[in-house]
């Protein structure tokens, strides 16, 4: 047998596998030495000093102007430090160039994601940027009309609404604080970051989003709107765009154009990660994966069910599926899920679960039938707008990863605390990740080919890991 170690819950498990396992991933990532701050700021400050494609900071600005400073919102995967210290380099430059601080704004960009106090931002800020920009700090509301320019349709017909002010001001500032894959970054930020749900519609479909790095679907949309976006308006969005190594250490940062930072990023993202297709030499019967808990839309809040098993079981993890999976293959998801559900921060999520995922379990049928009633919903929405809650359409969103089950013919679900919940999704259920792998050749044929996705460097067994494989 073979030892490998998933990703499950809070920790890990170490399944016991056939010799003829395939493993993936779970080779030891190389050390990253953790970076000073003077370190990091050097970098920020190499990168806003050679601008790609536009003028530095400095020479853009002049005394008198209205900036915004826009940057991701805490659900973005990054070290909170770096967004911190770019902006407080981004500061340095427009002071040099006389603009007055006051004339300075913060901006969330949140998109369709909930809402973040002071309190929270400071943990991507810092409390010493929070505290100074106090009542020039706020989130971007897709829903307030007031605040949103709507620039007609691209060529191809995609509504091009942003967040007037960012739009409006003399000069607005992105900050990316670390691209997840090919997924985030470039015209994303702005495009979803700063936009309404009807433009943003354009890539938040089952077919439209992709973690690529190369040849991305969404992001050849986004790059549409993005070059309205700047026609439109008739000048351009500066960016700062970031790949980061580890939490404490930066990787890339390139500053100047969105396209032309863009580019660069995906250039180092490429080398870094190498097609999924070409980590096994042939597909597999069988795909086998741990899920933790760290869903980005549960920052600051506990996961649900849909957001465990669809969301990232299906969805940020899923992509293992098409990639090394035959069609109709078994998917192996090992998760302690639970029927529990935050309901001040994903009101809409319960809903959809008992309310949609009873009716239909079809990506593209739920997408057609129900994104636009959820879109409109007027007491969720007042929940986004006033409080801490997720836009009421994100809960449908979060199931568009079902779309993968066309492709693959079982989920069985290893050890979840509530089995009655993978179930509801006529997922099959097994206590172990060992039973599991037992039905499935049972399927499939005892020599039946699988691969596993390990967990880099976990040798510990989660305690509630070794009593669900009898352990303890």
Known sequence: ????????????????????T???????SRPVPR????????????????????????????????VVIAFDDPTVRGSGDVRQLIIEECLEELTSAGVDERNVLLLCANALHRKFTHEEL??????????????????????????????????????????????????????????????????????????????IRATHHPDGMS????????????????ATLEARLGKRFFKVETVMDSPHAVGGIWAGGVSETRAAALALLQERHPPRRSAVPLKADVVVYGVADTSPYAVFARPNPILTLISSGLGYQGGYIEALGKPGCTVIMATPVRD?????????????????????RDAYVIDREFA?????????????????????VHGILATHPLRRLRHAGRVIVAGPADQHIPRHLGFDVAPTVEEAVAMAERE???????????VAGAAAVAPQAAKLRGDG
Request: hydrophobic share 35%; glycine share 8%.
């Open 1 to 20: 047998m073979v030892e490998v170690p998933l990703a499950y819950g809070e920790g890990t498990l170490t399944a016991s596998l056939p010799e003829r």
């Open 22 to 28: 395939v493993v993936v991933g779970a080779r030891e």
């Open 35 to 66: 970076q000073t701050e003077a370190e990091r700021r050097q970098r920020i400050r190499q990168a806003l000093a050679a601008p790609l494609g536009m003028p530095r900071l400095r020479d853009l600005a002049r005394p008198g102007m209205r």
């Open 122 to 199: 400071a943990s991507v800020l810092g409390s010493s940027l929070v505290e100074r920009f106090h009542d020039r700090l706020r989130c971007h509301d897709a829903e307030d009309e007031g605040d949103i320019l709507p620039l007609g349709t691209t060529p191809s017909g995609y509504y091009v609404d942003v967040n007037r002010t960012a739009a409006e001001a003399d000069l607005c500032i992105y900050v990316n604080a670390g691209c997840v894959m090919g997924f985030s970054g470039g015209w994303k930020s702005i495009a979803v970051g700063l936009s309404t749900w009807r433009s």
């Open 211 to 226: 973690m690529s790095v190369r040849d991305n679907r969404m992001h050849r949309v986004l790059d549409e709107i993005g």
């Open 340 to 360: 529990e559900w935050d309901l001040d921060h994903h009101p809409s999520y319960r809903e959809v679960w008992e309310r949609v995922l009873s009716v239909t």
């Open 372 to 392: 636009e009633r959820f879109a409109r919903r007027a007491d969720y929405i007042e929940r986004y707008r006033n409080g801490v809650a997720f836009h009421p």
């Open 444 to 454: 499939h044929g005892e020599q039946c080919s699988i691969v596993a996705i390990g």
